[in-house]
């Protein structure tokens, strides 16, 4: 089982342009989306968060028993469901501005146990920089790896959140013993100033560095290069296109009986470029629709 660790959200969406268009409400938030793909695609979930007992919460947790997510680990409170307000370009990139101030995910406790037959944990986004909950996700984090489970991180910078930077990137230098694949793109990689090279010799058995349009590369730690170009397709949206790459990853290497950094080592030039192709057309699904909608099983095939 993969277990996707962080917040799930409500995105509103803008259904024209202009300041004042009117706003659709969509389930959201990159770890939500990310747990939402991996049940699409077939491979055993379970999401491990704190979400609402408002309406929004309640549509939030029907989502993901749709996609066949296990949900009993996931802790609820009366607070509030964290809004992100979607700004889309004429390229169809998304930004946001977020309503996060005593919001039910930000109370995050770390479980005292996974669900069983955990191999795997996903961690990301807004839920490592909203305290108290960021702490609670980092514990879980180190935990985890500790325990010698595959741990998967996408920073997924939104850096309207971030108040200090340079403690921002240190922490975020500090989780890297502690992770096995760190997948980002390009964009939080400049921000955080570092290289793929740097961050692998801190920790991490692969780095794969998404370009938009232009594809996916993977470094590995025996100094291997493997890129893929991108999939071609109308953009209507990226919105959750990070976030499907992050599940295809994952639902490819569980597939393949990969989710160690001793299989991530010995996956080689025909490996790698098979799971890149596999999540470079998953995420070109994605934009090719409106929100976080990422493919199921049938619309991808084979690996």
């Known amino acids: 089982m993969i277990v996707v660790a962080g917040e ?11 300041a004042l268009a009117e706003l659709k409400p969509a389930l959201g938030g990159g770890p939500y989306n990310t747990a939402v793909a991996l049940g699409r695609l077939g491979s055993p979930t379970a999401f491990c968060s704190r979400t609402s ?34 700004t889309i370009d004429g390229s169809g990139s998304a930004a946001y501005s977020f309503y996060v101030e005593g919001t039910a995910d930000r109370l995050f406790a770390a479980p005292a146990a996974l669900p069983a037959g955990a191999r795997a944990l996903s961690f990301g986004t807004c839920s490592l920089v909203l305290e ?6 980092e514990e879980l984090m180190r935990t985890a790896a500790g325990q010698g ?16 930077p340079d403690a921002y990137q240190a922490r975020f230098r500090s989780w890297l013993p502690s992770v096995t694949l760190l997948k980002l793109s390009e964009e939080d990689a400049e921000w955080l100033g570092g290289s793929p090279r740097e961050w692998l010799a801190a920790g991490p ?17 025996d100094g291997a290069e493997y890129s893929v ?46 799971l890149l192709r596999f999540a470079a057309r998953a ?17 991808l095939g084979e690996l």
């Open 229 to 274: 170009p991108g999939e071609k397709v109308d953009v209507v949206d990226t919105i959750g296109a990070g976030d499907t790459v992050n599940a295809a990853l994952l639902h490819g290497l569980s597939a393949q009986d990969s989710l160690s950094a001793e299989a991530l080592a010995g996956l080689g030039a025909d490996g790698w470029t098979r």
């Open 283 to 299: 995420a070109a699904i994605t934009c090719s629709r409106a929100g976080a909608e990422p493919p199921y099983a049938a619309e």
């Open 132 to 137: 108290p909950g960021a702490s609670a996700y």
């Open 205 to 221: 058995s692969a780095v794969v560095v998404t370009r938009g349009g232009d594809g996916l590369t993977a470094f590995t730690r």
């Open 53 to 86: 007992h408002d309406a929004f919460g309640e549509a939030l947790l029907d989502g993901l028993r749709g996609a066949g997510v296990d949900v009993s680990g996931v802790q609820r409170g009366a607070e509030p469901t964290t809004l992100a307000v979607a």
């Open 149 to 164: 489970l595959f741990t998967a991180l996408d920073p997924n910078i939104r850096t309207v959140l971030i108040s200090d």
């Open 8 to 18: 799930a959200l409500i995105d509103l969406v803008p259904q024209g342009t202009g």
